[in-house]
């Protein structure tokens, strides 16, 4: 019996047990139980600084009835969804360009795309403030050219900016998943589709785009899910029309005090979040599958 | 040094008892027994996954045996760590540290002795003289070829002095020429420092060339050991028979068992007299198989005598490798043609396909095995 | 299909210069003699880089960012190392789950981390400080530093840990002499971006910091006051070359690790975006 002990000790599964006890337990402790204890809160109530730990769905209700909360999760749902988009639109072609027209200068190319985001992401979002704003860069110059007579005033404190800021800053967390996804990419299957008599978009639709899925779709869930939660850029560059949750649930934390409220919202937007990426990750293997192998 | 420093103790260095090894539901090694003589050059040979490296791992100490035990040294070496084990071993990969020049690597193992660095770069040098490696120390472990990798490698394992030395393959990737300059070197390299080599292989001309003894393994067991003449001439099964070398069988009867009238009814080839020694394994009367390398055959020309054992057959094919042809002859009576190799020596001429030949051969060449499905 | 060619080169062109505008502006308004951050613009001007030097709330902010960095690059990597080695050497229950759950939080937006975390320490009653900062950068680092050097234990060749055993080391020993050394690029790399993602981190610290805050936090608070502006403006600049000597290293050493280890580096970065 002690035999079986002691091999078990010096077995593969204990050393890799014991070896992954650490960053799990600080793992269980940091995430796991604020997870769950957020979860729970949900279903508490607060008044003032008294929090009451008696069962309600009070908040959910409230935060699925009430038109504000709902209007708001919409919009962020939406400014995700099209910001996502963009994104990922926007950057596949450079992915391509880099991938099959970047010859001996892929890693400069790669080095280059990656520079801009190495400033703070809060500089960043205010210096698109400064470009889109009214006496901003953008207005000056397209007044100066003569294309416009009046300033823009539907580029700031919106939705839209908060989109044109986030299409810029998840930039490279598309480009660069989308990238390796090309690059895996055999090139000789293309010239046999060429070989066989597809053009340049057929071999693209039929043989590029199925094959780089897997970094686009990975693109999309790293752009999609954590939109939902930024907070600055729509705090700095959306007005009231560009508001999301995330600000909502910040104030809910902070000012109004009502951390259960807080809770539910977030609790909603994350469910609704991983559902939406579910469906899509369920749609996008249909897809791939349709398209045949 | 003296080439043939012959042992002459016949000393056990390493013994194998029963050793069964199980991974999961696989059984790798289904009871292995064994004996291996000090300062031996003792090789595995087998066909992939016939367990032989399992049973390597296990005598270096990377896996602890199932059931069975193994004694090395006369020591039990169950539950003793590879680290704490006189033994080293010489990967198939080299495993030659690729962050490390080929001094620190060969070094390497010292270090825990702490000798000093005088002591060290000493041994260091002298290790690297044995395995024709001197004044590569500072040489970086990328800029090595593959023979180069594999004499640093031994130079690491030998500086330890282990009790057993224990090789994995170590010439399967070296091309062709390589392999067979590195085989012959292995062996003087082995005859010089006297240690105990138990050697790897599937190559069985490795093995045969290279060992003084070898253990033919096949699906976890081993079914043979001996050394290469008696396994070549006198294997114990068809199985191990067809594994070394190229032989013909034909299936015969045994008509009595044992003695000296021992006689075997060999199909085509006529009724034959053979020694008790001709049957590896002690067999009753009943059917048989036949076995006669090819060398053992021989083509007679047409200026030749008749001699005893001779047969009429057709050339089918021929091929020729240079110092040997090998022919493959339809004899009549017999459904498979017989391979026949002869010796390109000068003046003999290479018969063509078609022409009709005449087979003759030796009574004391035949095996006699036990009548087995391969 | 030249004609395609030379779309998309217009296009990737027309792109970079989208994905530079705003970082193009640092510069410009570093060195702009205006307190307004618009066009037209001014006369160039050192002063108000000079002026960086007498704000002492920002030096005190940018140390506490590089400690909470500093340190949470070291954690990160540590915890990392561990669940690496875990996951690419052995087999035990529950493999799969527990690493899915240790990268969870790639996948979740920073202000739920931020905001949960808040939570747990008010109900435990914790005091908020540089430290809580650092767990909850820490929580967030350890995936990408287990993404990086997952890939490097993976493709470690496991006979130079049996030669390194076979040979007498001791597990620890061989742990220090040969697989430390082995991945060793992939740590420095997990330590880089620990520290990058840190200094940068927003969200999480401003839930979790007390009275020391972190630069950007501090940045936080300066776009209030358009007269701190264009110092900000100096301090933006001044990080984009501090992140651009950084990004140097890290490229530096990923080239080191192609030679040691035989190893297509996209693949380790690409790694990052595999789950």
């Known amino acids: 019996m002690m035999d079986r002990v002691k091999n078990w000790f010096s077995s593969d599964s204990s050393r890799g047990l014991t070896l992954i006890g650490l960053p799990f337990s600080f793992s269980l402790l940091l995430l796991a139980a604020p997870m769950l204890l957020i979860f729970f809160l949900g279903f508490w109530t607060q008044d003032y600084l008294d929090l009451d730990r008696s069962f309600s769905l009070d908040n959910y209700i409230e935060a699925w009835s009430e038109p504000m909360y709902r209007d708001l999760m919409l919009r962020s749902l939406g400014i995700s969804a099209t910001v996502t988009l963009a994104t990922v639109m926007l950057a596949y072609p450079m992915a391509y360009f880099i991938s099959f027209h970047g010859g001996n200068r892929k890693a400069l190319w790669l080095f280059l795309v990656t520079i801009p985001f190495w400033t703070s992401y809060l500089l960043r979002v205010f210096l698109w403030k400064v470009i889109l704003g009214y006496n901003g860069v953008l207005n000056s110059a397209l007044d100066w050219l003569g294309v416009i007579e009046e300033p823009l005033t539907f580029i700031l404190y919106n939705a839209n900016a908060v989109i044109i800021t986030l299409t810029h800053a998840w930039a490279p967390f598309a480009i660069l998943p989308i990238y390796v996804a090309l690059e895996k990419i055999d090139r000789s299957y293309l010239e046999a589709a060429t070989d066989l008599g597809d053009g340049p978009l057929k071999s693209f639709l039929r043989i590029t785009l199925p094959l780089s899925m897997t970094g686009v779709v990975g693109a999309a869930l790293i752009i999609f899910i954590p939109t939902i939660g930024d907070y600055v850029t729509p705090k700095l560059v959306g007005g009231k029309d560009g508001l999301m949750i995330a600000n909502m649930i910040q104030v809910q934390f902070m000012k109004a005090n009502n951390a259960p409220l807080g809770a539910s919202l977030a609790v909603s937007a994350m469910g609704i979040v991983s559902m939406i990426s579910l469906v899509f990750l369920a749609l996008n293997r249909r897809w791939l599958r349709k398209r045949g192998s | ?374 | 299909m030249n004609s395609n060619k030379n779309t998309l080169k217009v296009f990737a062109y027309s792109y970079l210069i989208f994905l530079y505008a705003p970082v193009l502006l640092l510069p410009i308004f570093a060195f702009n003699d205006s307190t307004i951050i618009s066009f037209p613009l001014n006369s160039f001007t050192f002063k108000w880089f000079a002026g960086l030097t007498q704000e002492t709330y920002l030096q005190e902010s940018l140390k506490n960012s590089l400690f909470v960095a500093i340190s949470t690059s070291i954690l990160s990597t540590c915890l990392g190392i561990l669940a690496s080695r875990a996951s690419a050497r052995y087999e035990f229950f529950g493999k799969k789950s527990i690493l899915s759950f240790l990268i969870l939080p790639l996948f979740l937006p920073e202000i739920i981390i931020g905001v949960a975390l808040l939570v747990v320490l008010m109900q435990l009653g914790l005091p908020l400080s540089l430290w809580t900062v650092i767990l909850g950068h820490t929580l967030v680092c350890t995936p990408f530093s287990i993404a990086i050097l997952n890939s490097a234990f993976a493709n470690m060749d496991m006979s130079l840990e049996e030669a390194s055993l076979d040979l007498g080391e001791t597990r620890f020993g061989t742990f220090k002499r040969v697989i430390l050394p082995m991945v060793s690029p992939g740590l420095i790399a997990s330590l880089l971006i620990g520290f990058t993602i840190s200094l940068d981190e927003f969200i999480i610290a401003f839930f979790l910091t007390g009275t020391e805050t972190t630069l950007p936090v501090y940045i936080w608070g300066q776009l209030r006051f358009p007269a701190k502006l264009p110092g900000v403006m100096a301090l933006g600049f001044l990080m984009l070359l501090l992140s651009l000597i950084l990004l140097l290293l890290v490229e530096f050493f990923r080239r080191r690790m192609n030679r040691i280890t035989e190893d297509q580096a996209n693949v380790q970065f690409g790694n990052l975006f595999k789950t």
Not at chain 2, 328 to 342: A, F, N, R
Request: aromatic share 6%; net charge negative.
């Open chain 2, 1 to 374: 040094m003296t080439e043939k420093l012959k042992t002459d103790s016949k000393k056990t260095i390493v013994e194998l008892n029963g050793v069964v090894k199980h991974f999961g539901e696989i059984v790798a090694l289904d009871g292995v027994s064994a004996q291996i003589r000090e300062g031996e050059f003792f090789s595995l040979l087998g066909p992939s996954g016939c367990g032989k490296t399992t049973l390597l791992r296990l005598i270096a100490g990377f896996e602890q045996p199932t059931k069975g035990n193994i004694i090395i040294d006369g020591f039990q070496m169950h539950g003793v760590e590879a680290n704490e084990r006189p033994t080293n071993m010489v990967f198939q990969s080299y495993a030659i540290f690729p962050h490390l020049n080929v001094e620190e690597n060969v070094g390497y193992g010292l270090k825990r002795l702490n000798l000093g660095k005088d002591e060290t770069a000493r041994r260091v040098d002298e290790m690297l003289n044995l395995v024709d490696l001197d004044n590569y120390n500072k040489r970086p472990a990328h800029a090595l070829s593959g023979g180069q990798r594999q004499r640093v490698a031994l130079a690491r394992s030998l500086i330890m002095k282990p009790k057993v030395l224990l090789l994995d393959e170590p010439l399967s990737s070296l091309d062709k020429n390589l392999r067979e300059q590195m085989q012959v070197e292995l062996r003087h390299l082995q005859r010089n420092v006297g240690i105990t080599f138990i050697f790897v292989t599937h190559d069985q001309e490795e093995a045969l060339t290279m060992s003084d003894r070898t253990a033919v393994m096949f699906e976890g067991q081993i079914v043979q050991i001996a050394t290469p003449q008696e396994i070549y001439s006198r294997p114990k099964s068809k199985r191990v028979a067809s594994f070394i070398g190229v032989m013909n069988f034909i299936e015969g009867q045994l008509l009595k068992g044992g003695d000296q009238n021992t006689t075997v009814d060999a199909g085509i080839l006529g009724n034959v007299k053979v020694n008790p020694d001709q049957m590896p394994i002690p067999l009753i009367s009943g059917p048989v198989t036949i076995g006669i390398r090819p060398e053992m055959l021989t083509l007679l020309f047409e200026d030749q005598d008749r001699i005893e054992f001779e047969i009429s057959g057709v050339i089918l094919e021929s091929a020729y490798f240079g110092d040997m042809t090998y022919y493959t002859v339809q004899v009549k009576g017999l459904e498979s043609p017989l391979t026949i190799s002869m010796r390109n020596t000068a003046g003999r001429r290479v018969l063509e396909d078609g022409e009709s030949a005449r087979v003759g051969w030796g009574a004391e060449s035949l095996v006699i095995l036990k009548k087995s499905e391969l």
